[in-house]
């Protein structure tokens, strides 16, 4: 599904992802920091 993420697609999911605040969002938050460990 995800193969690789640029910095920039990163920065731009974490910008809209702030913006949601929403715990669908926070999970998601979550999910793509633990893949980039």
Do not use: G
């Amino acid at each position: 599904m995800i193969s690789k993420l640029v910095p920039e697609d990163v920065i731009a999911l974490f910008l809209r992802i702030r913006r949601l605040s929403s715990p669908f969002a926070f999970c998601l938050k979550i999910f793509l920091f633990e893949m980039n460990l």
